[in-house]
């Protein structure tokens, strides 16, 4: 045996690999790999970036990247750790303060925020009450911004003076946006901005005082990752740490839908690309039977053999991954050239890991689907140069198929991070292929029935089909990979994001109304039935918190990092109703009508956070409000959308358990943009109200919607053209035979018409077999995604009964065209190399 040292094998892999650089599955095969990194690495930045730069925007409804709070300030070594990661900082003080008039006293939630407050978002203020809003730097020592409510309420106008504790403020401006009061919904009281150098001197905030005290902090995610790991494990009971998703349910759920939107789309484009890698690795081993033994008769080893036909994948492989990663990264900056009326205005730059993860894709796609067919090669046998009907011993089946199943567990673990999602489509798609194939291969054994009276034409095309039923059955279940991926595409650019769209509507909820008292709750319901159409019930509300579950103080029974944990560091807003809200659905246990008979009042709890406190059906719960213990017991657990923007409770009790306690009423409303002047005398009739808009928030999360549809039609393009590399990778590793089979039937006198009569019969039954496997298991995928991954309403979609004619156009005509070669080679020349 020869044994070539690596360079020397390298060097013959490389020549090798030059001299048959025109080999059409070695295009195809480089063509397949390219997309599938390019798709990747260019959605990999895009998702990333456009990720950041929604993030940005969340964090304005922090007024930071990061925030800290407590009831008591934050430790020194606290300040010092995000100083040293090189974090700006700002410090914000809250507190409730009575705020007095000439005549009346108004309690108001006063923020008191030093020079780097906000450090995302802008204060907005006016000069006069409902006048032009303008953008600017908060208040000055000595001056305070109030809302136009509290003026309205005390009878102020700019320039008067406010007492805040001990210290006097003059009324410099009307306070008209605060960024981080969208994720304070229950906040009861006009706002009132000071400066936090004139804290102390109100002598307001004394020990035992009810405070909240913010530390907001914006940098990059590797300082902000860093100081989250320093200060962590040192939090004290009373801190949190918060960022955008936790600050707002709304925009965290959205971010994390557009994350799996554009994941689930790219995932197409890969998997369409290693079917490719897959049918012309195949190819590319079977044309390379002769060349492995005739290395084998010149000494190399079986494994040298192996290897050399390796080397030559690995560098096709690396040489497209290289390409790909270049063409998806110039790939990201069109797109976002293409956007960037729509995007956020700062965009972080990305990092060089989408273009590392996008190359490993595109690897592991070649050795999942590549390296079995190439298995082969080593144990052709060199007898194999005397006669050619030898062929190499199978791999195992266990081989190819788990290595591919691995790979493409890899691959879609990778891109959606998500293993619900994964082994939705996993599973979803092994079964559709299985059931599917089966069905296939039943429906040839049907037509073979049928081939007797059928004319020469169909003779020709079926007898095709027909010669080698699993190869055709697997072509089959190829293209309709193809189809039924532009199809689950179509479905997401289209019914998926309409439906999102639906439940956020364009006449959602954009006030709410806090406060309203129950004097003037009839009227108040009254005045807000003329503005808007549809608003929501006025929903009673008393603040109360939850200290013990089964006689057991809460505390010893719920851990620090919990979701639970903040709900027992804080009132919540608790409402009691008759009947269960429209846009809640019971999970467990029965509403108040069906429920058993109880010596206890019933509550119902919404479900995750009764997951998060370990409640269950039965358990006793005690709430301590307006100073009394009432105590309760779990009757139900509910399932709560939080992206309707209806007035939403974690805790809903009996009627008859709160009615006698002092209450608030809370409701929410549409309004036209073009009302503001009846928002004015809204809010003018009922100065004790407040209204709280929302409409920002809205407006970013329906940019988001529009900025993911716009990138799931740009990952379509990827979807197009890994599924041309598909349809011609499927072509070309059957055109050998095809070309012999053309040149004998001419040889026998078949004319050019009716060979081209019988590929289009061919390629059309096997486009419409295709489409009708694309139909059945995109609707199975749909129904697994609605069901399991995205919690949608699944019903069927008629017009995938379409995919039957398309696949027959499409695969028809391009499997016209991808045999061409079978027409157009001369039968002497095939002949004679035959």
Same mark, same amino acid.
């Given at each position: 045996?020869?044994?070539l040292?690596?360079?020397?094998?390298f060097?013959?892999?490389?020549?090798q690999?030059?001299?048959?650089?025109?080999?059409?599955?070695?295009?195809?095969?480089?063509?397949?790999?390219?997309?599938?990194?390019?798709?990747?690495?260019?959605?990999?930045?895009?998702?990333a970036?456009?990720?950041?730069?929604?993030?940005?925007?969340?964090?304005?409804?922090?007024?930071?990247?990061?925030?800290?709070s407590?009831?008591?300030?934050?430790?020194q070594?606290?300040?010092?750790?995000?100083?040293?990661?090189g974090l700006?900082?700002?410090?914000?003080?809250?507190?409730?303060s009575?705020?007095?008039g000439?005549?009346?006293?108004?309690?108001?939630?006063?923020?008191?925020?030093?020079?780097?407050?906000?450090?995302?978002g802008q204060?907005?203020?006016?000069?006069?009450?409902?006048?032009?809003?303008e953008?600017?730097?908060?208040? =000055?020592p000595?001056?305070?911004?109030?809302?136009?409510r509290?003026?309205?309420?005390?009878?102020?106008?700019p320039?008067?003076?406010?007492?805040?504790?001990?210290k006097?403020?003059?009324? /410099?401006?009307?306070?008209t946006?605060?960024?981080?009061?969208?994720?304070?919904?229950?906040?009861?009281?006009?706002?009132?901005?000071?400066?936090l150098?004139d804290?102390?001197?109100?002598?307001?905030?004394?020990?035992?005082? =009810?405070?909240?005290y913010?530390?907001?902090?914006?940098?990059?995610?590797?300082?902000?990752?860093?100081?989250?790991?320093?200060?962590?494990?040192?939090?004290?009971?009373?801190?949190?740490?918060?960022d955008?998703?936790?600050?707002?349910?709304?925009?965290?759920?959205?971010?994390g839908?557009?994350?799996?939107?554009?994941n689930?789309? /790219?995932l197409?484009?890969?998997?369409?690309?290693?079917v490719?890698?897959?049918l012309?690795?195949?190819?590319?081993?079977?044309?390379?039977?002769d060349?492995?033994?005739?290395?084998?008769?010149?000494?190399?080893?079986?494994?040298?053999a192996?290897?050399?036909?390796?080397?030559?994948l690995?560098?096709?492989?690396?040489?497209?991954?290289?390409?790909?990663a270049?063409?998806?990264?110039?790939?990201?900056?069109?797109?976002?050239?293409?956007?960037?009326g729509?995007?956020?205005?700062e965009?972080?730059?990305?990092?060089?890991?989408?273009a590392?993860a996008?190359?490993a894709?595109?690897?592991?796609?070649?050795a999942?689907?590549?390296?079995?067919?190439l298995?082969?090669?080593?144990?052709v046998?060199?007898?194999?140069?005397?006669?050619?009907?030898l062929?190499?011993?199978?791999?195992?089946?266990?081989?190819?198929?788990?290595?591919?199943?691995?790979?493409?567990?890899?691959i879609m673990?990778?891109?959606?991070?998500?293993?619900?999602l994964?082994?939705?489509l996993?599973?979803g798609?092994l079964?559709?292929?299985?059931?599917?194939?089966?069905?296939?291969?039943?429906?040839?054994?049907g037509?073979?029935?049928?081939?007797?009276?059928?004319?020469?034409p169909?003779?020709?095309?079926?007898?095709?089909?027909?010669?080698?039923?699993?190869a055709?059955?697997g072509?089959?279940l190829?293209?309709?990979?193809?189809?039924?991926?532009m199809?689950?595409?179509?479905?997401?650019?289209g019914?998926?994001?309409?439906?999102w769209q639906?439940?956020?509507p364009?006449d959602?909820?954009?006030?709410?109304?806090?406060?309203?008292?129950?004097?003037?709750?009839?009227?108040?319901?009254?005045?807000?039935?003329?503005?808007?159409?549809?608003?929501?019930?006025?929903?009673?509300v008393?603040?109360?918190r939850l200290i013990?579950?089964?006689?057991?103080?809460?505390?010893?029974?719920?851990?620090?990092?919990?979701?639970?944990?903040?709900?027992?560091?804080?009132d919540? /807003?608790?409402?009691?109703?008759?009947?269960?809200?429209?846009?809640n659905?019971?999970?467990a246990?029965?509403?108040?009508?069906?429920?058993?008979?109880?010596?206890?009042?019933?509550?119902?709890?919404?479900?995750e956070?009764?997951?998060?406190?370990?409640?269950?059906?039965?358990?006793?719960?005690?709430?301590?409000v307006?100073?009394?213990?009432?105590?309760?017991?779990?009757t139900?657990?509910?399932?709560?959308?939080?992206?309707s923007?209806?007035?939403?409770?974690?805790?809903?009790f009996?009627?008859?358990?709160?009615?006698?306690l002092?209450?608030?009423?809370l409701?929410?409303?549409?309004?036209?943009?073009?009302?503001?002047?009846?928002?004015?005398?809204?809010?003018?009739?009922?100065?004790?109200?407040?209204?709280?808009?929302?409409?920002?928030?809205?407006?970013?999360?329906?940019?988001?919607?529009a900025?993911?549809?716009?990138a799931?039609e740009?990952?379509?393009?990827?979807?197009?053209?890994?599924?041309?590399?598909?349809?011609?990778?499927?072509l070309?590793?059957?055109?050998?035979e095809?070309i012999?089979?053309?040149?004998?039937?001419?040889?026998?006198?078949?004319?050019?018409?009716?060979?081209?009569?019988?590929?289009r019969?061919?390629?059309?039954?096997?486009?419409a077999?295709?489409?009708?496997?694309?139909a059945?298991?995109?609707?199975?995928?749909?129904?697994?995604l609605?069901?399991?991954?995205?919690?949608?309403?699944?019903?069927?979609?008629?017009w995938?009964?379409?995919?039957?004619?398309?696949g027959?156009?499409?695969?028809?005509?391009?499997?016209?065209?991808?045999?061409?070669?079978?027409l157009?080679?001369?039968?002497?020349?095939?002949?004679?190399?035959?």
């Amino acid at each position: 045996m020869t044994r070539l040292p690596f360079s020397r094998l390298f060097s013959l892999a490389s020549r090798q690999l030059l001299r048959d650089a025109r080999s059409g599955e070695l295009r195809v095969l480089f063509f397949a790999l390219l997309v599938a990194v390019a798709a990747s690495t260019a959605i990999g930045y895009f998702s990333a970036r456009l990720n950041d730069g929604m993030m940005l925007r969340a964090s304005e409804f922090l007024g930071a990247d990061l925030l800290l709070s407590g009831s008591a300030p934050a430790r020194q070594e606290q300040i010092d750790s995000g100083k040293q990661a090189g974090l700006e900082h700002a410090r914000v003080v809250e507190f409730s303060s009575v705020i007095a008039g000439d005549e009346n006293i108004q309690l108001a939630s006063i923020k008191a925020g030093d020079d780097a407050y906000p450090l995302r978002g802008q204060l907005k203020s006016a000069a006069e009450p409902y006048g032009a809003e303008e953008v600017g730097d908060g208040p =000055r020592p000595g001056e305070a911004w109030a809302e136009a409510r509290l003026f309205a309420a005390l009878d102020l106008k700019p320039g008067d003076s406010i007492e805040v504790g001990a210290k006097t403020l003059r009324l /410099s401006r009307v306070l008209t946006y605060l960024p981080d009061e969208a994720g304070d919904f229950y906040s009861l009281n006009p706002h009132v901005l000071i400066h936090l150098d004139d804290l102390a001197a109100t002598g307001v905030v004394q020990p035992g005082s =009810r405070v909240r005290y913010r530390e907001q902090w914006r940098g990059d995610a590797e300082a902000l990752a860093t100081y989250r790991d320093a200060v962590t494990p040192g939090l004290e009971p009373h801190q949190r740490l918060e960022d955008a998703r936790d600050g707002s349910r709304q925009v965290g759920g959205a971010l994390g839908r557009a994350e799996r939107y554009l994941n689930l789309a /790219s995932l197409a484009a890969v998997l369409l690309a290693g079917v490719a890698v897959a049918l012309s690795a195949a190819r590319f081993a079977a044309r390379r039977f002769d060349a492995s033994a005739l290395m084998r008769c010149l000494g190399l080893s079986r494994n040298q053999a192996l290897g050399l036909f390796s080397l030559q994948l690995a560098i096709l492989g690396l040489a497209a991954s290289l390409t790909g990663a270049l063409l998806g990264w110039f790939g990201q900056y069109a797109l976002f050239y293409l956007l960037q009326g729509l995007l956020p205005a700062e965009v972080p730059p990305g990092d060089a890991w989408p273009a590392i993860a996008g190359m490993a894709t595109g690897l592991v796609a070649l050795a999942g689907f590549g390296l079995p067919p190439l298995a082969a090669l080593g144990r052709v046998p060199p007898l194999r140069v005397l006669r050619r009907d030898l062929l190499p011993v199978p791999a195992s089946s266990w081989l190819v198929y788990g290595a591919a199943l691995l790979a493409l567990g890899v691959i879609m673990w990778r891109l959606s991070l998500d293993l619900q999602l994964t082994f939705a489509l996993l599973g979803g798609g092994l079964l559709a292929a299985a059931l599917l194939g089966g069905l296939l291969l039943l429906g040839l054994q049907g037509l073979r029935r049928l081939l007797a009276g059928a004319t020469l034409p169909w003779r020709l095309g079926l007898g095709q089909l027909l010669r080698h039923p699993l190869a055709a059955a697997g072509q089959s279940l190829a293209f309709g990979l193809i189809i039924l991926a532009m199809a689950l595409i179509a479905l997401l650019r289209g019914e998926l994001l309409d439906t999102w769209q639906d439940q956020l509507p364009e006449d959602a909820p954009n006030h709410f109304a806090l406060n309203v008292l129950p004097t003037e709750k009839d009227a108040f319901a009254a005045r807000l039935a003329e503005l808007s159409p549809h608003p929501a019930p006025l929903y009673p509300v008393v603040p109360g918190r939850l200290i013990m579950i089964n006689g057991e103080p809460v505390r010893q029974l719920v851990t620090k990092e919990s979701r639970g944990e903040r709900a027992i560091q804080r009132d919540l /807003s608790l409402t009691w109703a008759a009947d269960l809200p429209a846009d809640n659905r019971l999970t467990a246990g029965s509403w108040w009508s069906a429920a058993p008979a109880s010596d206890l009042p019933g509550v119902s709890v919404e479900s995750e956070l009764a997951e998060s406190l370990q409640l269950t059906l039965g358990d006793r719960l005690t709430f301590t409000v307006g100073g009394l213990n009432r105590e309760v017991q779990v009757t139900n657990l509910r399932e709560v959308d939080w992206n309707s923007f209806q007035p939403n409770f974690y805790m809903i009790f009996e009627p008859g358990t709160l009615q006698d306690l002092p209450v608030t009423y809370l409701t929410s409303f549409h309004l036209p943009a073009n009302q503001e002047r009846e928002l004015v005398e809204l809010s003018r009739a009922f100065p004790a109200v407040t209204l709280l808009q929302v409409e920002a928030l809205l407006a970013q999360l329906r940019s988001i919607l529009a900025q993911v549809t716009v990138a799931i039609e740009f990952v379509l393009l990827f979807v197009l053209a890994a599924g041309l590399a598909v349809l011609f990778a499927g072509l070309q590793a059957t055109l050998d035979e095809r070309i012999r089979q053309g040149a004998l039937l001419r040889a026998l006198g078949a004319e050019r018409a009716l060979m081209q009569k019988a590929r289009r019969t061919e390629f059309g039954l096997l486009g419409a077999a295709s489409g009708v496997l694309a139909a059945l298991g995109c609707e199975l995928i749909s129904f697994l995604l609605y069901r399991y991954a995205f919690d949608l309403q699944w019903s069927p979609h008629p017009w995938l009964l379409l995919l039957p004619l398309i696949g027959a156009l499409l695969v028809g005509s391009a499997g016209v065209l991808g045999t061409r070669r079978a027409l157009n080679a001369s039968p002497l020349t095939v002949l004679r190399e035959g």
